[in-house]
T-cell receptor, first 116, second 114 residues
C-alpha cells in the first residue's frame, strides 16, 4: 500500500516571498503520478501541478514548481512570489492509474497562510 | 465545461432521515468517485464507478448507497446515518486510460447528521 507524508501541518509566508512545502511517499510501484492539490475555503480541490514518475524533468506551472527526487521518494512544492490567493490547504497525492480510473492517496495536508 | 457540480451544498439530516447527494459532470468522463473528508483531514475514497458500474467500494457501511444512473450523474443515497458521518462529501470525475491523469472535483456537500 502507498503512503504519503507531509511533515508540515501549518506554514506561513509573507506575500511575494517563496515557500516550499514538503512531501514524501512510500511505494513499490515504478509507474505512478504525483500531484499537488490545493483546497481553499471554497472547499473545491484544485489541481496545482502534476509529475509523471517516469519523467526526470521537474514540472513547472507558472509560479509553482516541484523538486522530484524519485530515489528519495520526495516531492516538494515551491511557490514563488506568494499571493494572498494562495492561502489554502495543500495536499500532496500519489496516484496510480488502473483499469478503473484513478486511485488517489492523499497526504494529511499542509495549511498555508500567505500574510500581507 | 470543466465543472463537477454537486448539490446540495449543505445538508442537515436526522438519523432517521433518507436523503441523497447528487453529482453531475458533462466532460464525458467515464470514472466518477465519492470521497469523504472529515475536518482537517485529507479526502478518503469511498466508491469508484467505471463505465457506470461500481468498481471499488472501500468497505463503506451499507447506510451509504451509491448509484450511477448514467455516465453524467452520480448519486449517494443516505439512510440511518450516525453523527460521526458528518463530513464534507466530495465527488470527482476523470477519464479512464489514455494517460489522462487529471481528476476534477466538485465543491462538495457539507453534511451534518443530528
Amino acid at each position: 500500500a502507498q503512503t504519503v507524508t507531509q511533515s508540515q501541518p501549518e506554514m506561513s509566508v509573507q506575500e511575494a516571498e517563496t515557500v516550499t512545502l514538503s512531501c514524501t511517499y512510500d511505494t513499490s510501484e515504478s509507474n505512478y503520478y504525483l500531484f499537488w492539490y490545493k483546497q481553499p475555503p471554497s472547499r473545491q480541490m484544485i489541481l496545482v501541478i502534476r509529475q509523471e514518475a517516469y519523467k526526470q524533468q521537474n514540472a513547472t506551472e507558472n509560479r509553482f514548481s516541484v523538486n522530484f527526487q524519485k530515489a528519495a521518494k520526495s516531492f516538494s512544492l515551491k511557490i514563488s512570489d506568494s499571493q494572498l490567493g494562495d492561502t489554502a490547504m495543500y495536499f500532496c497525492a500519489f496516484m496510480k492509474l488502473d483499469i478503473y480510473g484513478q486511485n488517489f492517496v492523499f497526504g494529511p495536508g499542509t495549511r498555508l497562510s500567505v500574510l500581507p | 465545461d470543466t465543472e463537477v457540480t454537486q448539490t446540495p451544498k449543505h445538508l442537515v439530516m436526522g438519523m432517521t432521515n433518507k436523503k441523497s447527494l447528487k453529482c453531475e459532470q458533462h466532460m464525458g468522463h467515464r470514472a466518477m468517485y465519492w470521497y469523504k473528508q472529515k475536518a482537517k483531514k485529507p479526502p478518503e475514497l469511498m466508491f469508484v464507478y467505471s463505465y457506470e458500474k461500481l468498481s471499488i467500494n472501500e468497505s463503506v457501511p451499507s447506510r451509504f448507497s451509491p448509484e450511477c444512473p448514467n455516465s453524467s450523474l452520480l448519486n449517494l443515497h443516505l439512510h440511518a446515518l450516525q453523527p460521526e458521518d458528518s463530513a464534507l462529501y466530495l465527488c470527482a470525475s476523470s477519464q479512464i486510460g489514455g494517460g489522462n491523469t487529471e481528476a476534477f472535483f466538485g465543491q462538495g456537500t457539507r453534511l451534518t447528521v443530528v
